[in-house]
T-cell receptor, first 109, second 114 residues
Framework: QKEVEQNSGPLSVPEGAIASLNCTYS??????FFWYRQYSGKSPELIMF????GDKEDGRFTAQLNKASQYVSLLIRDSQPSDSATYLC?????????FGTGTSLTVIP | NAGVTQTPKFRILKIGQSMTLQCTQD?????MYWYRQDPGMGLKLIYY???????DKGEVPNGYNVSRSTTEDFPLRLELAAPSQTSVYFC?????????????FGPGTRLTVL
């Protein structure tokens, strides 16, 4: 069974700090990885995806993928209170996507 | 564009009842998905479709059925509802080309089975 495991948190960081979110995955055949943000009572929204080893940056967000270690991370720089949400890590194999249980992040003003 | 719409937003069912959760997208996406999310958990894939007339099982298909007669619509049918089906159900779609990997989610249907 394909699995994605995330550090469940909750994670609290002060405003302006770097938040680090991590996940590991079980299926070496997984092709791409995704970070979704989900506000309470809302649907997930995609922040970033990554499919090559290394780093990918988009504004304050950096995704990192290490296929040898089967490890994916998301760094949020200059964290803002509006970043407070649950972050879901997901992977895909072909047309199927599978999600971790999420990490709750609170950014303290 | 409305994106992905789902109806109803909320529903309470009695054990053994049946219902259909509706999902419609207006982005002409070929790929559509149904997920369920239990409290404090991630999303579990129930069924997905790669185009009209083609559906396939995901991780947790038991107790559910789907059909895809048009590109726009992907209804999820619950037969003989059970308390274990109490969850939030999300429908999603994705296109091809530049937005190939991005799934667009509907607002969800919160279902309680009593």
């Amino acid at each position: 069974q394909k699995e994605v495991e995330q550090n469940s948190g909750p994670l609290s960081v002060p405003e302006g700090a770097i938040a680090s979110l991590n996940c590991t995955y079980s299926d070496r055949g997984s092709q791409s990885f995704f970070w979704y943000r989900q506000y309470s009572g809302k649907s997930p929204e995609l922040i970033m995806f990554i499919y090559s080893n290394g780093d990918k940056e988009d504004g304050r967000f950096t995704a990192q993928l290490n296929k040898a270690s089967q490890y994916v991370s998301l760094l949020i720089r200059d964290s803002q209170p509006s970043d407070s949400a649950t972050y879901l890590c997901a992977g895909n194999t072909g047309n199927q996507f599978y999600f971790g249980t999420g990490t709750s992040l609170t950014v303290i003003p | 564009n409305a994106g992905v719409t789902q109806t109803p937003k909320f529903r309470i069912l009695k054990i053994g009842q049946s219902m259909t959760l509706q999902c419609t997208q207006d982005m002409n996406h070929n790929y559509m998905y149904w997920y369920r999310q239990d409290p404090g958990m991630g999303l579990k894939l129930i069924y997905y479709s790669v185009g009209a007339g083609i559906t396939d099982k995901g991780e947790v298909p038991n107790g559910y059925n789907v059909s895809r007669s048009t590109t726009e619509d992907f209804p999820l049918r619950l037969e003989l509802a059970a308390p274990s089906q109490t969850s939030v159900y999300f429908c999603a779609s994705r296109g091809e080309g530049g937005s190939f990997y991005e799934q667009f989610f509907g607002p969800g249907t919160r279902l309680t089975v009593l």
